[in-house]
């Protein structure tokens, strides 16, 4: 499976502020996705983005708030803009590889506004 | 649409012993997977184990087996000689046949006794 890291780990920021996200992957992949998890709970997913396109997004989630780039088939970053304690959650980055609908995912970015 | 339930939000298990971690789903699709996930506190989503409907055959990953029941709609996982290594949340989740996105259960977090 690919090997897939973020930056930064862990972050401490402002309310008001905006923190980008990167998702690196040591191959190409057409399929990147990205979610969020809410302190105790389950996964939700934000978007995917695949490369070449806008990103598509899940109901509740929107563009201006988290805005995604995708400049190639092993890279892409997540911003969460004009944060508030409410964006507080882990946002991991997952891949599509291997056997079909088999998602990878990274350590994950442990967020928190104060 | 799908949804996925996990009834025991905590199991706890004794070192060295077995122990099944249940997940029932519901869908009206033919085709689809199947999927373990397991998050320890480090936070990074980790494969445990992936299983196609189509196929009768129990998916088994070293100690790891799942007992598949289409018709039942249930996905259970069974953890053999349990390792403190082993303590994390498990996730259960289904994606639809070409369909990237994954469908999560609320999670069961495992407990290792020593």
């Known amino acids: 499976s690919a090997v897939i890291s973020q930056k930064p780990s862990r972050d401490i920021c402002q309310r008001g502020t905006s923190l980008t996200i990167q998702c690196q992957v040591d191959s190409q992949v057409t399929m990147m996705f990205w979610y969020r998890q809410q302190p105790g709970q389950s996964l939700t997913l934000i978007a995917t983005?695949?490369?070449?396109?806008?990103?598509?997004?899940e109901s509740g989630f929107v563009i201006d708030k988290f805005p995604i780039s995708r400049p190639n088939l092993t890279f892409s970053t997540l911003t969460v803009s004009n944060m508030s304690p409410e964006d507080s959650s882990i946002y991991l980055c997952?891949?599509?590889?291997?056997?079909?609908?088999?998602?990878?995912f990274g350590p994950g970015t442990r967020l928190t506004v104060l | 649409a799908q949804t996925v339930t996990q009834s025991q939000p905590e199991m706890s298990v004794q070192e060295a012993e077995t122990v099944t971690l249940s997940c029932t789903y519901d869908t009206s699709e033919s085709d689809y997977y199947l999927f373990w996930y397991k998050q320890p506190p480090s936070r990074q989503m980790i494969l445990v184990i992936r299983q196609e409907a189509y196929k009768q055959q129990n998916a088994t990953e070293n100690r790891f087996s799942v007992n598949f029941q289409k018709a039942a709609k249930s996905f259970s996982l069974k953890i053999s000689d349990s390792q403190l290594g082993d303590a994390a949340m498990y996730f259960c989740a289904y994606s639809q046949d070409s369909n990237y996105q994954l469908i999560w259960g609320a999670g069961t977090k495992l407990i290792i006794k020593p």
């Open positions: 997952s891949v599509e590889q291997g056997p079909p609908d088999t998602q990878y």
């Open positions: 983005a695949n490369q070449g396109s806008e990103a598509t997004y």
